[in-house]
């Protein structure tokens, strides 16, 4: 099971490295709300200068001026970034070919245009390449258990990562993912996954001040991990979701 902490760049992301270091587990970077004003190398020097360890994946803001971001990368040696995709599919283009030149690859979050849908996404896989089309995945945005399922099994061949949290409300923090005040069930989401032997990557994101936590949270999506392999099936309630997704896939093909 491959499993990475997120920490957003700022005076509490310490602790939430402190924890990735001691479990032995990567980490994922923020620097969404960053400005870009100087050179890439003084970036990637102040970077180099304040962690630790470097991060194994990078999150920008989205900008016209992409070359900066693969740069920073490039000095860093991060070969993974993650940022909101451009508007156009033109622009997507532009972005994934000029980063595969470096070698790096761009994961785009999920939900806005040109990738706000399913559809949106197997359209840019098939105009563009099916590896311009990989997709962070954030749960906690989901409208419902039901919506979670779906997107899994619809998007399995393009999900490289997910991103685990939970919440109690429209207003909620990010709780851990199997925090009980929390409304979705994630093992079920965790068992989903293994069902469809999905092999991309879960990202703890939880907000910073339940960062003592991820050892426990590890220890349970482990522990719903080895209970499926000794089992070697999911929950039947898991398997009528995905089974029902598969169906309505296959009708909607026109297959018989």
Not at 101 to 127: I, K, Q
Not at 174 to 190: E, H, K
Not at 241 to 253: G, K
Request: charged share 25%; hydrophobic share 40%; no cysteine.
């Amino acid at each position: 099971m491959d499993v990475a902490l997120y920490a957003r760049r700022g005076r509490k992301a310490p602790q939430v490295l402190r924890f990735a270091e001691e479990l032995g587990l990567p980490y994922v970077l923020d620097l969404s709300r960053e400005s870009f004003d100087k050179s890439p190398y003084l970036h990637a020097v102040e970077l180099e200068e304040e962690l630790r360890t470097l991060p194994g994946t990078i999150v920008f803001p989205y900008s016209d001026d992409f070359y900066k971001y693969v740069a920073i990368a490039d000095l860093l040696n991060v070969k993974r970034l993650v940022m909101p995709p451009p508007p156009s599919i033109e622009g997507l283009q532009r972005i994934y070919e000029e980063a595969a030149v470096y070698s790096v690859e761009v994961r785009w979050l999920y939900g806005y245009p040109p990738l706000a849908r399913p559809a949106d996404v197997e359209r840019v896989a098939e105009v563009v390449h099916p590896r311009a089309a990989k997709i962070v995945y954030d749960v906690a945005k989901a409208k419902s258990n039901k919506e979670i399922i779906h997107s899994l099994v619809r998007l399995q061949g393009y999900i490289a990562s997910i991103y685990l949290s939970n919440k109690s409300g429209s207003k909620s923090p990010r709780l851990p993912p199997f925090d009980p005040r929390g409304v979705i069930n994630y093992v079920d989401v965790i068992q989903a996954a293994l069902l469809l032997q999905w092999d991309g990557q879960y990202v703890l994101r939880m907000a910073p001040e339940y960062a003592d936590r991820a050892p426990s949270q590890l220890s349970i999506m482990r522990e719903v991990e080895e209970t499926f392999r000794n089992t070697g099936r999911a929950s039947k309630k898991v398997q009528r979701m995905v089974a029902s997704v598969l169906n309505e896939i296959f009708s909607q093909s026109g297959l018989e």
